[in-house]
């Protein structure tokens, strides 16, 4: 059965919210959702997926370490990601804190990965993003993400 996998590093809970409006957004589309935290994850959950879709919390202006241990110890599968739509998300704790390069340092693993990531005509443009707690259009954007990303794997035919 297809699902989507959202991935989550969160300290604090922003993230975390973030990550259940993007797993509704999923559900939406009526695919079935595997979420966890990063340190959680087990590697054939990332390559038995048709789509992954991960969030942390900004890092010294990018990814938090959980979910960079994951992507380096995701090398042991590498090839196996190949042609799953991807998407990213996170939260900063200021304006001009760093949120999109985080976004971006994400999605870069992703295409290393050799995953399909669509961009968004509409902002946000890279991903879904928060400054601290999401207010309600951040998480509609989180939820808009999942969607996307939910329409994706259908199209794909994932
Ligand atoms: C180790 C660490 C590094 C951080 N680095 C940044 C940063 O570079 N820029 C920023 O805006 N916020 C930074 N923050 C703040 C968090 O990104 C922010 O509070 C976020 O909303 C926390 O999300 P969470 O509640 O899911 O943990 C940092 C927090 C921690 C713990």
Redesign the pocket.
């Known amino acids: 059965m297809s699902y989507v996998l959202v991935i989550y590093e969160?300290?604090?809970?922003?993230?975390?919210e973030m990550a259940d409006a993007v797993s509704e957004g999923v559900r939406e589309e009526g695919l079935e959702v595997k979420i966890f935290p990063a340190n959680k994850v087990e590697i054939d959950d990332m390559v038995n997926a048709s789509g992954i879709i991960a969030g942390t919390?900004?890092?010294?202006?990018i990814v938090a370490g959980e979910m960079k241990t994951l992507f380096d110890v995701s090398v042991k599968r590498h090839g196996r990601l190949q042609g799953k739509v991807g998407g990213a998300f996170a939260?900063?704790?200021?304006v001009g804190?760093?949120v999109e390069t985080t976004v971006l340092s994400i999605i870069q693993m992703m295409l290393v990965h050799g995953m399909v990531i669509e961009g968004n005509s509409h902002s946000p443009h890279f991903g879904a993003v928060a400054i601290?707690k999401p207010d309600e259009k951040s998480l509609k954007s989180c939820r808009d993400l999942g969607k996307r990303v939910a329409v994706l794997v259908k199209k794909l035919g994932l």
């Not at 919390?57 to 202006?61: I, Q």
Request: hydrophobic residues 15%.
């Open positions: 969160s300290r604090t809970g922003n993230v975390k919390f900004t890092s010294y202006g939260s900063a704790g200021g804190g760093g601290g």
